[in-house]
């Protein structure tokens, strides 16, 4: 019995350090991991800003991204797209 608590615990234990150390910490992390999660990323940076807002919402409402990219999230990465040096 002691044994299977002991490796019960273990994977517990290794699970969370995976989840943990899987989790987007910067808004350019969070675009890459939530967008890449269905497609090769695009250059974006020189979209007008106005468009960023358009493609982040197609991705989540027409084509299915709202179950990887939550609401708060899109307005990250639109955030974090509108940032990025335009020419």
């Known amino acids: 019995m002691k044994v299977v608590l002991v490796v019960t615990g273990a994977l517990v234990l290794i699970a969370g350090v995976w989840l943990w150390t899987d989790i987007p910490r910067t ?5 890459e991991s939530r967008c890449s999660a269905c497609h090769a990323l695009a250059d ?3 979209r007008p800003s106005d468009e ?11 084509n299915g991204a709202a179950s990887v990219i939550s609401e708060t999230e ?3 990465i639109v955030a ?3 940032s990025l040096k335009r020419n």
Do not use: D, W
């Not at 808004?27 to 675009?31: A, D, I, T, V």
């Not at 807002?53 to 027409?62: A, K, L």
């Open 74 to 76: 899109a307005e990250e």
């Open 80 to 82: 974090y797209l509108k």
């Open 52 to 62: 960023l807002v358009n493609i982040i919402e197609t991705m989540r409402h027409r």
């Open 44 to 46: 974006l940076s020189r």
């Open 27 to 31: 808004p350019r992390q969070l675009y």
